[in-house]
């Protein structure tokens, strides 16, 4: 008896042991596929955090091309215009070099011009001296016929003289050619002359002209660029310290005081701040004559922290963004300057994301910036076209 209770109570003690060894091999299955779990989750989002990064460092290293590639496109159009003022300076050296050359001419052609006169002068003594020669030629055969018989030996002489006399007459017949064609080449040298100097007066003209279009243009290239820093200096000094805006020109507003937490139902408590702010920011940038119509959109972006997923808050951002963009169609500024052809809304999750000494700042992250967008392209475009009139 004693035996057989013995024996029920190993076997009691035999089935307990296996049920607890079950239990704790069921525990320790189970603790196994939960680390499993965690692991293969940790990965999931270890993987999804690797892929946003290389995402992002791809749209950097595009920017950053893009970036480069303009200021090569800059680089050039400055070397072009280097080049356009090396070019306008040789061509006024050249033309101050001809207007010497033009101008010794002249002075020659006066020197040449009053030789010429006097040799005319010499002639008209002569042409006298000739009329008084032939009166007194006249005389002497009056004479000669009276005394002929008496002035044989006289004859003679005077027949040679009559001879010197003509070939005097043809020597000066020949001078009087002379001089009439080099009268001629000198009215030709003048008329060149006056030709030569209309033709300079028309390059003077023509590179006046060239360098007040280059001056204009300069001017205009200068204006175009310098549009953005403008419009954000005014912001800055009509806005002061009544409205954060950003060095570029953003008005920036705390999720935190806009929405809830995880939340893109916008406040009813914020609207009027929200309000207020934005209308400043409008009146100021829309206001000014000379920036709006240069305003190519007015972008309201989302922003929020790391905690979460990006595609969570992706949408996160994109809702707040857009609620935000809602209730700011519903103000009278916005139906004033007609915004709802301007605005747009854009959610980045937690791409720009503030950093403060290496360390995210979430509460600074979680954020609504309204930023405008100006017609660079139409710009950029403006300026090639500008400085491809100078090819």
Sequence with gaps: M???????????????????MAGLLFVFILLIGAIVSKSIF????????RNALNIAKKSIKIKENSIKTKDKTIAIQEEKIKLQEEDINKLKSLLEDRAKELNSTKENLVITKNSLKLKEDE???INQILLAKNT???????????????????NKTLLSKDEELKKFKDKILILS???NKKSEDLNITNGKMLKLL??????KSSYEKLLKELQDKRAKIKYLTGIRLRVIEELKHTLGNSVNVTKDGSLKLSSSVLFDKGSSKLKDSAK????KGFTKYIKTLMGNKAVAPNIDTIVIEGHTDSDGGYLYNLKLSQDRALAVMNYLLTL??????????????????????????????????????IKFRLKNQNAFYEIEKILDEDR
């Design 2 to 20: 004693f035996k057989n209770n013995k024996s029920n109570i190993d076997s009691n003690f035999w089935i307990s042991y296996a049920d607890l």
């Design 42 to 49: 940790l990965r999931e989002d270890l993987e999804s955090k």
């Design 123 to 125: 002639l008209k003594k």
């Design 136 to 154: 007194s030629i006249d005389e002497l055969n009056s004479k000669i016929v009276v005394l002929q018989n008496l002035l044989e030996d006289r």
């Design 177 to 179: 050619n002379s001089l």
């Design 198 to 203: 209309e033709a300079l007066d028309e390059k």
């Design 272 to 275: 009027d701040s929200l309000k």
């Design 332 to 369: 009278d500024v916005a139906k004033k300057y007609k915004l709802q052809k301007l605005l747009t809304a854009s959610g980045r999750s937690y791409l720009d994301r503030i950093l403060l000494d290496g360390e995210e700042d979430k509460d600074a992250s979680r954020r609504i910036e």
